[in-house]
């Protein structure tokens, strides 16, 4: 009955010419969308919220091996906060980011394919195993560098 009452409504919003939302997922998606869009070529950028939403808590073409210091594209209060991460690379790497803060690049590991362009909910993903344990990605992320495909054991989805 459901599936029949939004067809029902789908039709009558595409005979108004209405542009009709696929899946409620999909939607969510839509923010991250547009800010990929917007977003100049060649970034990689960091949300403090899911959907591309919240504090920007960087962009950068470049690496940082500590989020939680006071150099780099990342700083201080960065770390452990990203919750939407965006992928607007040109080289075709993948970005892999890591766990453990202030370690250089250590910990678990979770890497964003350029073909996937955002992940809009990072409490979906997981790092690789570390010490033993399978940590969750959301506020956890302490920093990042850009590798190809091939160096990662993990991706986000
Ligand atoms: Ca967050
Ligand atoms: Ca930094």
């Known amino acids: 009955m459901r599936r ?12 108004l010419g ?3 939302p696929a ?28 959907n591309c939403y919240g504090d920007v808590l960087g962009w950068t073409e470049s690496w940082d091996s500590d989020w939680g210091n006071v150099s780099g594209p990342f700083e ?42 955002y992940a809009s909910d990072l409490s979906d993903n997981y790092f690789t195993v570390s010490g033993g344990v399978v940590r969750g990605v959301n506020n956890a992320i302490s920093s990042h560098r850009w590798v190809p495909e091939a160096t990662c054991d993990k991706f986000m989805t």
């Open 4 to 15: 029949i009452t939004a067809t029902l409504a789908m039709l009558a919003l595409a005979g």
């Open 18 to 20: 209405a542009t009709v």
């Open 23 to 50: 899946t409620g997922a999909q939607a969510a998606s839509a923010h991250c969308d547009e800010k990929w869009h917007n977003t100049r070529a060649g970034l990689v950028v960091a949300y403090g919220g899911t």
């Open 76 to 117: 201080q209060g960065d770390d452990n906060q990203a919750t939407s991460v965006l992928h607007k690379g040109t080289s075709g790497y993948a970005v892999q980011f890591f766990n453990e803060t202030g370690q250089d690049w250590a910990g678990g590991h979770s890497c964003l394919r350029k073909s996937e362009l």
